[in-house]
């Protein structure tokens, strides 16, 4: 027995207070999914980042690194960010600084970095001591007015300090370079657009408040991504996913053929899609080649530089490359799905989905707070420059009684300030003056100043006063930054492309993604399948588990459909590459498909889409069905044949010429017209030969122009013509006759 353990006895045991576990885990787990939410994974709608982002941007702001000033360390930024705003690793706080100057990442950098950075095969930077950065253009846009009250401030963690809540925003940067992340409960994945396109867009709205998605789309047809690629949606599921802030988009690599002449080719990929490595792609395409899976795939070279090119060399010249490339979207991230869920904080506290327009009209309206912050800020300025430069106006024109009162009074002040009804502020400014401004004191100066400063301040009132000049000066304000990013400059171009995926044709890319191969098919009586290598043609070598034997077996390829029909009258599909290999006995085909224990199988083929089949049951019922319908996609097969037991589907023959000889197992024969046969895709079928007792034995599809061909046990062939046939012609249904003489005593037409 072990010791029992007592918690220690600090002799104030009257300070322990019993806590009911689960709700101290509801309220804990609560401020954590809050703080998560709130301060790290979900960006804020109106300038599109996460705090950490905004904290960098804003620390750079605070050290000068402004475009046109010199690099300075990561290290050092790291620093700043980490101690004065941001108290957490400084490793998190580089990836996101790092990542911000990404050209691959990011669709318009917000930090221009100088080193390494990382690449698109997914290196990581260099460490912070080696590289360093400063603000980008985007980055100025986002802080422009940020000294001018133009948002507000909070306490840093230690509150020596103060950071903004949010930033002025000018550039739409939540929709123009995207976000992602996951807090708790809830995530969020938006792709980067193109600046032009949403200033095009936003300025549309101003005009028309009331504009629907289905306009905005006009504007902006879909995401820009940094890397291009082409999006292969439709319309109409773009709009859907704008609509609901929810859905995704199809992104393909972009490729072209590159003639080798004497009929040879190979393909170039120029542009993968987002976020997808490089590196990784490759590996992936060349482990598939190993793996046999890319059979119309002889190589793939990378002679990437500083531009992507991916080179893939074709199996043959004669390989459609159309097909080629939809099974390489099949199968590799050539082809990725970028998701949409615009899961952002509005008006920076509340998480929920937003549709396209009403992010647009949340920027839009923090644009027009930050005009009218601005404004206020500007009059306030002005208000108190016109008060210091009326009391200049005074100190000028009393210049000698200015000069006697500050020599000659103990507190020349409030002499000054009764003598001439000063305010405090403007006695400050005129004791404050230096001589050598005295010569600056020229009415003329001051009355212009003022002047200026008075026009200006009524232009502030008159803006702040009407709703319609304040759209107007936000309007300009976006047109300032659609010139700045226009499409005609090299960073506004936009680079991912529409198309529609080319029409090719399934059962081609399904084969082209099959190596083909020589196979036989063998399945034993209790349901055992195997394909072995190569087509056999002696199947008296085949063992079998004990008390089974041989049902079928035929020759196919691995690019082949094996269709499987029950005696249930069910129709199972199995591609000739997923069988079992030929060693040991094979595997169940119970495993394979979801086969009804009563029932065994019928038969099986190689499927031919141009065939049909006559399919018939034990009680005589039959009809034509087209080998198309007996495909089925799924394990659960399909019904073909309703048949109920003891009744079984019995017989399945090619449906060949234009007559059908039925044999029942009472020895009677008929031959009538295959046009009285219906075709059917499912169902019992209808009566093919009438008895009194017993059921079918046999039937046969012939053209009654070549006769009716048996062979009887000998192998001996009997072939009897239309005129033979005479006494057996009837119709469906009929009883038939005794069957004519020779015909083997097995009732089956072949022996």
């Keep these: 027995m072990g010791q029992e353990i007592l918690p220690p006895s600090g002799g104030d045991d009257d300070n322990i207070q019993p806590v009911d576990l689960k709700a101290a885990l509801e309220q804990r787990y609560l401020a954590y999914a809050l703080s998560t939410i709130m301060h790290r994974a979900l960006p804020d709608v109106r300038d599109g980042l996460k705090p950490v982002h905004r904290r960098i941007v804003y620390a750079m702001n605070e050290m000068g690194l402004r475009p046109t000033s010199a690099f300075r360390k990561c290290a050092k930024i790291v620093g700043e960010v980490m101690g004065n705003y941001h108290p957490h690793g400084d490793q998190s706080i580089y990836d996101a600084l790092a990542r911000l100057a990404q050209d691959f990442s990011q669709r318009y950098t917000l930090v221009n970095g100088q080193g390494n950075f990382g ?69 969020t994945s938006i792709p980067s657009h193109n600046a032009h396109e949403l200033c095009d867009a936003a300025l549309h709205l101003i005009k028309h408040p009331d504009a629907t998605v289905e306009k905005l789309v006009e504007f902006i047809p879909g995401p820009d991504f940094p890397t291009g690629g082409i999006i292969i949606d439709s319309r109409d599921s773009i709009i859907e996913s704008y609509r609901t802030g929810r859905g995704g988009f199809r992104v393909r690599a972009k490729w072209q053929i590159e003639d080798l002449g004497r009929g040879g080719y190979q393909i170039v990929i120029t542009e993968i899609p987002f976020q997808v490595q490089k590196s990784r792609l490759i590996e992936k395409i060349a482990e598939l080649l190993i793996a046999r899976k890319l059979p119309l795939l ?255 077996a035929f020759p196919a390829q691995t690019t082949d459909k094996i269709l499987i029909v029950t005696t249930g009258g069910k129709a199972f599909t199995l591609g000739g590459d997923k069988l079992p290999g030929g060693r040991g006995h094979g595997e169940p085909l119970r495993i394979m498909v979801d086969m009804d224990n009563d029932q065994a199988v019928l038969t099986a083929f190689v499927h031919d889409p141009a065939r049909k089949q006559l399919i018939v049951s034990t009680a005589g019922n039959g009809f034509v069905v087209a080998e198309a319908e007996l495909v089925a996609n799924t394990r659960k097969g399909k019904q073909i044949m309703n048949v109920a037991l003891p009744e079984e589907t019995q017989l399945l023959v090619s449906v060949s010429g234009d007559h059908v000889a039925v044999v029942g197992e009472n020895r009677k024969l008929l031959v009538f017209p295959l046009a009285q046969v219906p075709e059917m895709s499912r169902g019992k079928g209808v009566r093919l030969q009438r008895y009194k007792d017993g059921g079918i034995s046999d039937v046969r599809c012939f053209a009654i122009s070549d006769g009716l061909v048996w062979e009887d046990s000998a192998g001996r062939t009997f072939t009897k013509n239309k005129d033979e046939l005479a006494e057996w012609l009837g119709d469906r249904a009929s009883a038939g006759r005794t069957v004519p003489k020779g015909f083997p005593r097995s009732g089956k037409f072949a022996g």
């Design 298 to 552: 002889e190589d793939i070279r990378d002679e990437s530089a500083e531009d992507i090119r991916v080179v893939l060399v074709p199996k043959s010249r004669s390989v459609d490359p159309t097909i080629l490339m939809e099974s390489m979207f099949k199968l590799t991230e050539l082809e990725s799905r970028f998701p949409l869920n615009m899961n952002v904080l509005s008006m920076g506290r509340i998480p929920r989905v937003m549709a396209l327009n009403e992010v647009l009209k949340e920027w839009l309206d923090h644009r027009r707070e930050v005009l009218q912050r601005r404004s206020r800020f500007r009059l306030a300025a002005i208000e108190k420059r016109l008060e210091i430069l009326g009391g200049l106006l005074i100190a000028y024109l009393n210049i000698d009684e200015v000069i006697r009162i500050i020599r000659e009074e103990d507190e020349p002040k409030p002499v000054m300030m009764a003598r001439w009804d000063l305010t405090d502020n403007q006695v400050e400014a005129i004791l404050n003056m230096r001589l050598r401004a005295l010569r600056k004191l020229e009415e003329f100066e001051i009355r212009k100043e003022f002047d200026e400063l008075t026009k200006e301040k009524g232009e502030i009132e008159a803006l702040l006063a009407s709703d319609d000049k304040q759209w107007q000066t936000v309007a300009w304000e976006i047109g300032e930054v659609k010139k700045k990013f226009a499409k005609a400059t090299e960073v506004g171009r936009r680079r991912t492309q529409f198309a529609d995926a080319p029409e090719a044709d399934e059962e081609a890319i399904q084969q082209a993604m099959i190596e083909k191969e020589p196979i036989t098919v063998v399945i034993s009586e209790k349901g055992w399948i195997r394909a072995l290598k190569g087509h056999i043609a002696d199947t008296a070598t085949l063992t079998f588990k004990e008390g089974d034997g041989l049902k079928v």
């Design 119 to 187: 690449n698109i095969d997914g290196d990581s930077p260099a460490a912070m001591r080696y590289t360093e950065s400063k603000m980008t253009a985007v980055s100025e846009l986002l802080l422009e007015g940020i000294d001018q009250d133009a948002v507000d401030f909070r306490d840093t963690y230690d509150e020596s300090n103060s950071e903004p809540v949010v930033l002025p925003g000018a550039f739409p940067n939540l929709l123009a370079n995207g976000s992602s992340g996951i807090a708790v409960g809830m995530a």
